[in-house]
């Protein structure tokens, strides 16, 4: 809940203060808040399929709900989990209630590095939450309940 709080907050702001057409340049051209409306996924990609990712998102959130968080038996994965959501259902918001309209919405999108992609907070969440996942999964040989895999 605190990261899609989190991100509603910042892309609320972004809006409100932010120019497109005047980026502000910060910690010497490290961080660029650069405003942009973003139908498609990371990078732009699949701009016409907007419909495409507000559904598969709720399909994404209904399935962790339904299949994984029952399982839930690790500290670790329970964070994963939980950051994976909040950065769908961030972007999901605005999917569902930014212009041009419902399961049609372009994600505020406002962060930028130098030769990257322009992301905003629920993006920052569902990339730790991936990092955790590989982590978990592939380092620590941890899985969703807990137990640990050995490797054979």
Request: aromatic share 10%; glycine share 10%.
């Amino acid at each position: 809940m605190a990261g899609v709080l989190l991100d509603l907050l910042a892309k609320t702001l972004a809006v409100r203060h932010l120019d497109p057409a005047e980026p502000v340049r910060l910690l010497g051209g490290l961080l660029t808040l650069r405003l942009i409306r973003n139908p498609g996924a990371a990078f732009s990609l699949g701009e016409r399929f907007t419909y495409v990712f507000a559904f598969l998102a709720v399909g994404v959130l209904i399935f962790i709900g339904i299949r994984l968080v029952p399982r839930l038996a690790h500290t670790g994965w329970a964070v994963a989990l939980g950051l994976l959501c909040a950065g769908i259902a961030g972007n999901l918001i605005d999917r569902l209630f930014r212009a041009p309209g419902v399961f049609r919405g372009h994600v505020v999108d406002f962060f930028q590095l130098p030769h990257f992609a322009i992301f905003n907070v629920a993006d920052m969440c569902i990339t730790a939450a991936a990092v955790m996942i590989i982590v978990l999964a592939m380092v620590k040989g941890v899985g969703i309940d807990g137990h640990r895999y050995t490797r054979d």
